[in-house]
């Protein structure tokens, strides 16, 4: 069976002009049925049926009661767990939410070039990567540094680019598990450019596979 992904793009805030780029991006990653949806009802259904659920830069509050119950218990009981850039901006007033991500986002300076550093180069979301890569982004800062509670990935070189607010110590893409199930979190991804950058493709398409247990890093 074709393992399926459930896109969620809901926004009640900021929408990025990027989301109708990134569904079509992650509907060309082969090995994946991809379904779409801004429908807060369909989370309120099971979700069993998906490898994971991706929140594609989504904003503000997105889902009803019975579908923040409903995640829940399907990430805790195994499900995969993806968000995409604005994904920490998502839910702020569901507790559960935040620890599952990892960090909410709190600013960015202004879109700019700038360079990230693999910390963690075995995992599939950056066996791709080069050990520096540029990239240009808003390099979003968080309320709080994750580090501790995550598998840092990637962080931020606040030295290459103008207005970063957190320092050295700066994650910017993270996996960890919550209950049974695996959370892969990447703040990239602001600007359509991305969805068409085969490194940043290849950094989204192998946290998406780790997130839905297709890779056997742990």
């Known amino acids: 069976m074709i393992p399926r992904l459930l896109v969620y793009t809901r926004t009640t805030a900021y929408r990025h002009e990027s989301i109708p ?9 082969d090995g994946f049925e991809v379904d779409t949806t ?30 923040r119950e409903r995640l829940a218990g399907y ?41 990230a550093v693999v910390e963690d180069g075995g995992h599939p ?3 791709d990567l ?18 501790g509670a995550v598998r840092v990935l990637v962080r931020a070189d606040e030295a290459s680019y103008d207005g970063g607010g957190m320092g050295e110590d700066h994650p910017l893409a ?5 209950g049974a199930g695996r959370v892969f979190y990447t703040a990239l991804g602001h600007a359509s450019q991305a969805y068409a950058d085969p490194e940043f493709l290849a950094h ?3 946290g998406i596979a780790w997130a839905a247990g297709l890779d056997g890093d742990q």
Do not use: I, K, M
């Not at 659920?53 to 009803?64: A, I, N, P, W």
């Not at 990430?75 to 991500?101: I, K, N």
């Not at 050990?131 to 979003?140: K, N, Q």
């Open 21 to 29: 780029a990134a569904v079509t991006a992650v509907r060309t990653f």
């Open 38 to 67: 801004e429908d807060p009802a369909v989370l309120e259904a099971p979700l069993e049926a998906c490898a994971a659920v991706v929140f594609l830069s989504t904003s503000g509050e997105v889902l009803t009661p019975a579908g």
């Open 75 to 115: 990430v805790e009981s195994g499900g995969g767990f993806v968000g995409v850039h604005a994904a920490a901006c998502t839910e702020y007033e569901w507790p559960y939410y935040g620890e599952l991500l990892g960090a909410r986002f709190a600013r960015h300076p202004a879109l700019q070039p700038g360079r």
């Open 125 to 127: 979301a950056t066996r």
């Open 130 to 147: 080069p050990a520096v890569w540029d990239f240009t982004d808003e390099w979003y800062d968080f309320r709080t540094n994750p580090r």
């Open 174 to 178: 993270w996996c960890r598990r919550q």
């Open 204 to 206: 989204l398409r192998g």
